[in-house]
């Protein structure tokens, strides 16, 4: 390993103050900050950040009784139904590098009308509605979600626009990855991770990297209330660093386009999940998942960074090996093309039934009754 790896290697994770944005002559703080992050972490915390509080307790509240929903009603919009891979997963659906991970899921995405029409490209049908829980079960369930979508959705766009001033690049210099409002969706997870006896494997979700932009996941006190381990994440000379849920902030990770786009300016990190050991509560996590436009080819993009940039990615060192494996399609397919792949691959139930196709490029043999992404 170089010097200059062991020198820039981190063993904690960041914490950026959003509110320095608030003062002219804080501001340049916290873009140092944000490129150190961006460069040589690729995770970070985010403080004092606009969402509020009071919709983050509310949705905080509604998700153990939407786990307790009867299995009746959670499986009536269970992920099969939708070619948009939104909706109800059971435990133990998907697997990561071929072990099952511990965790039961509801995909659910930003509000959205299905863009697609025949003879267009068939990762257009990728985005659309969500599934929802009956209302009478859980009144006030999707209001108080779709509100929260919204305030992460706007924050995920400012923390884009930051981005570039980290980078050194001109205004606007991320805006082409983005489609407009009515064609754009970002997606995320509702998950509960639940307690594991000793013994047994305590894989929430295996070693893996984000495919897209950013990747935003709310620390309330009652969403991760156990003292146990969870988010973990592998730094640069291979070494699994805890990333423990800091009260009243996001943790905010890199995704492997935005590292593809940067030619590696932006670091993508390893990380997994340990599901709770000797816990008495689940561990339940709400990630959320910043998208780019369905048709951009990110090949086809050259961003002409100044060269103190390219200066402190090459000061930063070789990654050693991780446990994760790099998502391979990026170099020329489409942004939804390599989505719908790793949907399919995770999916492979839903692929069979929407997208049979292309399903059955990815799986030649047939469906062997799980999906593994990686």
Not at 63 to 70: G, T
Not at 215 to 243: K, M
Not at 319 to 347: M, Y
Request: aromatic residues 10%; proline residues 8%.
């Amino acid at each position: 390993m170089s010097d200059s790896t062991v020198a820039s290697d981190f063993s904690s994770i960041p914490i950026l103050d959003y509110s320095l944005l608030d003062s002219p002559s804080h501001r340049p703080k916290f873009i140092a900050q944000l490129q150190h992050a961006l460069i040589n972490v690729g995770f970070l915390y985010l403080s004092n950040h606009p969402v509020s509080p009071a919709d983050i307790d509310s949705l905080t509240q509604y998700i153990p009784k939407l786990f307790a929903l009867p299995q009746e009603a959670k499986d009536n919009i269970r992920m099969a139904n939708s070619e948009h891979f939104l909706g109800y997963s059971r435990l133990g659906a998907e697997l990561t590098k071929g072990k099952v991970d511990q965790r039961e899921q509801f995909d659910i995405a930003t509000r959205h009308v299905c863009r697609w029409k025949e003879g267009e490209p068939e990762y257009y049908r990728l985005w659309g509605p969500s599934q929802w829980p009956d209302e009478d079960l859980i009144p006030g369930f999707r209001d108080t979600m779709e509100r929260y979508l919204d305030q992460i959705q706007n924050l995920s766009y400012k923390l884009s626009s930051l981005l570039v001033e980290a980078f050194g690049l001109p205004p606007n210099g991320l805006a082409h990855f983005y489609d407009t409002d009515e064609r754009m969706q970002h997606r995320s997870k509702i998950v509960r991770y639940p307690v594991v006896k000793e013994g047994d494997d305590d894989q929430g979700v295996g070693p893996h990297y984000d495919a897209g932009f950013l990747t935003f996941v709310a620390c309330p006190p009652l969403l991760q209330a156990s003292p146990h381990r969870g988010l973990q994440v592998q730094n640069l000379s291979g070494e699994w660093i805890d990333a423990p849920p800091i009260p009243g902030t996001f943790v905010v990770n890199i995704g492997k386009a935005l590292e593809f786009v940067t030619r590696g300016v932006a670091r993508a990190t390893s990380h997994r999940v340990i599901s709770p050991k000797g816990a008495t509560t689940p561990r339940y996590s709400v990630p959320f998942f910043q998208n780019i436009g369905l048709g951009v080819q990110l090949a086809n993009q050259v961003l002409d960074f100044p060269p103190e940039i390219l200066k402190l990615r090459n000061q930063r060192g070789k990654v050693a090996a991780t446990d994760s494996v790099n998502f391979s399609e990026f170099d020329k397919e489409p942004s939804g093309k390599v989505n719908l792949i790793g949907r399919i691959k995770s999916h492979p139930d839903v692929g069979e039934r929407h997208y049979p196709e292309l399903f059955k490029q990815i799986f030649p043999p047939g469906f062997t009754g799980k999906g593994s992404a990686y």
